[in-house]
């Protein structure tokens, strides 16, 4: 498997390409500001033919390079429904107080768009994807999770976009943010998987299911996560 990401533009975010292997179909999660260029170079250094965009959320730190990516590969991005007037009119996501990021820039929906469905498995280039709704830091947000092979075991990676991040999670003061929705989502989800589950947020570097559960200060008192986590937490969440 080859999973290779960057950090993109004023935010940060993180953007990764993913592919079964070198000279493969690929799939781009999150192609935020100022990403499309480097995914050109990643597309090009692996002989890889991209085949879908996908979104873990609509906020436009992770949607911004998504319609001129799609429509310059003719293909199509995956965004759960919530979420989706977002990609036209991403002010409606973040507000007015950090409308003045986009000024008087115009955004539009790629071309093709097809709605993310809660408990699916979207395959695409040989991946199969499982889709889990995990709303809170928007309502659309989504986990998608991919089971990657190792030489002892199959190891499930978990792209989380800004529902975790290491030792942090999503903010939730922005339209359609809940904060006990989001613990809710964090506790009913990521915490019922394994601690080897890989977790590749929307910023910030990786971490584990595992990790976070004995660690995250956010997440004490949630079921299941250690009293060690319980140092006070810290303003470090991350992104739109």
């Given at each position: 498997m080859l999973i290779t990401g960057f950090a993109a533009g004023m935010f940060a975010t993180n953007c990764y390409v993913v592919a079964e292997q070198p000279g493969s179909e690929a799939v781009i999660i999150d192609p935020g500001q100022d990403s499309a260029a480097q995914v050109r170079s990643i597309l090009a250094e692996h002989s890889l033919t991209p085949v879908a965009v996908l979104l873990t959320h609509g906020h436009l730190d992770h949607t911004w390079d998504a319609a001129d990516l799609c429509d310059e590969y003719s293909i199509p991005v995956y965004i759960h429904p919530e979420d989706r007037p977002m990609l036209a009119d991403p002010a409606s996501g973040i507000g007015p107080a950090l409308g003045?990021?986009?000024?008087?820039?115009?955004f539009r929906e790629p071309e093709k768009v097809v709605d993310f469905v809660d408990g699916e498995d979207v395959e695409l280039g040989g991946i199969g994807f499982d889709v889990t709704a995990a709303p809170g830091h928007s309502r659309g947000s989504v986990l998608l999770t991919i089971d990657v092979a190792t030489e002892d075991a199959t190891l499930p990676v978990c792209f989380s976009g800004d529902v975790l991040f290491a030792g942090s999670i999503g903010?939730?003061?922005?339209?359609?943010g809940d904060h006990e929705q989001l613990l809710t989502s964090i506790a009913t989800t990521l915490l019922r998987r394994t601690?080897?589950?890989?977790v590749l947020p929307g910023h910030g570097p990786q971490t584990t299911v595992g990790q976070e559960r004995a660690?995250?200060?956010?997440?004490?008192?949630?079921?299941?996560?250690?009293?060690?986590?319980?140092?006070?937490?810290?303003?470090?969440?991350?992104g739109l």
């Open positions: 003045s990021v986009i000024g008087g820039m115009v903010r939730t003061d922005l339209p359609g601690d080897d589950t890989q660690t995250n200060p956010f997440l004490v008192g949630l079921p299941g996560v250690s009293d060690a986590a319980a140092s006070s937490p810290t303003k470090g969440r991350h």
